[in-house]
């Protein structure tokens, strides 16, 4: 079985706060594809109360990372459901070597390849100053008070529900995130940009002008995998 033309599988990579979920929003308005969120994921179970959801708890609210072994079983079952069977963007999965090998086992399993992995990269001060005016609605569409506010105060604009802070946005637990992140994810840079995978984007850019780049650079990858 080889990958068809029109499939993204898409990674999303980069610092907390860099842009990830909001350029999600975007790309999920202009290609169906599944959507899947570890972040998301946990604080869905967190709010359920489920057994996953305490396992996460602690981690999460220190500004760790959630053990390996718990993250890839989510991950990869979540990428076997049949939304997924067509294309695929992962916002915020992998972010440490093994979760990246999990995967690419995966993959290989299902015949399946990455179309190309997104990296959204933001200078440590500005992540700061992101995270601290993000909102979020309960459906998880980003927001920010100051760079992307609704169009109508503290409402989201797709459903109407009140917008939220996140617990794990306080500025001593985003400066523990953005230490983890340099220390277990970034070594994916290099290890996706030796399979030809990375690809770049500033994102200390609007929000559109990023989205713009990255529209661009699908089509390009989509293009070339039709020759
Ligand atoms: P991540 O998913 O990478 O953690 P978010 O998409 O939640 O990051 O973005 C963090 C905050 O920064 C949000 O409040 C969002 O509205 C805002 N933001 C996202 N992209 C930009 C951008 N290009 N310029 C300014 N602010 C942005
Ligand atoms: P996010 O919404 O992507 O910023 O993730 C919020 C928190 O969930 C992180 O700070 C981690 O504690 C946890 N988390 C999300 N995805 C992963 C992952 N792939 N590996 C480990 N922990 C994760």
Do not use: W
């Amino acid at each position: 079985m080889s990958t068809i033309a029109s499939e993204l599988n898409l990674i999303l990579l980069g610092p907390p706060g860099a842009g990830k979920g909001t350029q999600a929003d975007r790309l999920r308005e202009d290609f169906p594809l599944a959507y899947i969120a570890t972040g998301d994921m946990l604080r869905e179970a967190r709010a359920q109360g489920t057994d996953l959801g305490a396992q996460a708890q602690e981690h999460m609210d220190r500004g760790d990372l959630v053990p390996d072994e718990v993250v890839i079983g989510i991950a990869l079952e979540r990428l076997s459901a049949d939304d997924a069977r067509d294309g695929f963007l992962l916002d915020g999965f992998p972010r440490t070597v093994p979760q990246a090998d999990a995967l690419s086992e995966e993959m290989a399993n299902l015949g399946r390849r990455i179309t190309a992995v997104l990296l959204v990269d933001v200078p440590d001060e500005e992540i700061v100053r992101r995270i601290s005016g993000r909102r979020v609605s309960k459906a998880g569409r980003t927001y920010h008070v100051e760079y992307d506010p609704p169009k109508h105060p503290g409402r989201c604009d797709v459903d109407g529900t009140p917008l939220e802070q996140r617990e794990d946005d306080k500025p001593e637990v985003v400066l523990a995130r953005l230490k983890k992140y340099h220390q277990a994810t970034s070594p994916l840079i290099d290890y996706y940009e030796k399979q030809g995978l990375l690809r770049h984007f500033d994102g200390s850019l609007p929000p559109v002008e990023v989205h713009d780049k990255i529209r661009a650079t699908l089509a390009t990858l989509r293009l070339e995998d039709e020759l």
